[in-house]
């Protein structure tokens, strides 16, 4: 069994930063892809940034150069670096893995973290 657990949300103004953290633990071969959503209140859950198992990332337009999706594999972690932050990215923040859990890979998610922007 695969779990994933979110960390690092909370409340902050407009213009601060935050660090999400994803966190994978069990019987993990391998992760092929981590990749992190939102789903604000009444809207679609929609894709953050993603990062794949060489280091190749992926940005939703809204977030490009006000995000940044890093990992550290001896962790099993994947981060969201959130600087700049606006009232539009209140939200869930959840995470979702690609994990290779013998002899098959799965999807796992995480609970999700809230993060609110307002001042």
């Known amino acids: 069994q695969v779990q994933l657990v979110e960390s690092g949300g909370g409340l902050v103004q407009p213009g601060g930063s935050l660090r999400l953290a994803c966190a994978a633990s069990?019987?993990?071969?391998?992760?092929?892809?981590m990749t992190w959503y939102r789903q604000a209140p009444g809207k679609q859950r929609e894709l953050v940034a993603g990062?794949?198992?060489?280091?190749?990332?992926n940005y939703a337009d809204s977030v490009k150069g006000r995000f940044t999706i890093s990992k550290d594999d001896a962790k099993n972690t994947a981060y969201l670096h959130m600087n700049n932050l606006k009232p539009e990215d209140t939200a869930v923040y959840s995470c979702?893995?690609?994990?290779?859990?013998?002899?098959?890979?799965?999807?796992?998610w995480g609970q999700g973290t809230q993060v609110t922007v307002s001042s």
């Open positions: 990062i794949s198992s060489g280091g190749s990332t």
């Open positions: 979702n893995g690609a994990i290779r859990v013998q002899p098959d890979v799965v999807s796992v």
């Open positions: 069990g019987s993990i071969s391998s992760i092929y892809a």
